[in-house]
């Protein structure tokens, strides 16, 4: 879906701004912005991201289930 911002933008900004960023918390700070967006959107952005080489994800696995921890490419 086109977004007037787009998703990795806002993905960049919030990793930018916390320094790192759990997958939980990442979808609540985008879902403020746009109520109907989907996991797997997400997930795209975060992958053309890694692949561009900004951010690096990291997947943890815990009792309850896996989960991203994601964070900024120092530079």
Known sequence: MKRPV???TLIMDLVK???DIWFDD?????RAWYPDITETE???ALMRLELGRLIIVYRVVKK???TYHIRAVKE
């Open 42 to 44: 997400v997930l795209k």
């Open 17 to 19: 701004e916390k320094g």
């Open 26 to 30: 990442l979808m609540q700070a985008l």
């Open 6 to 8: 787009p998703v990795e």
């Open 64 to 66: 309850d289930g896996a």
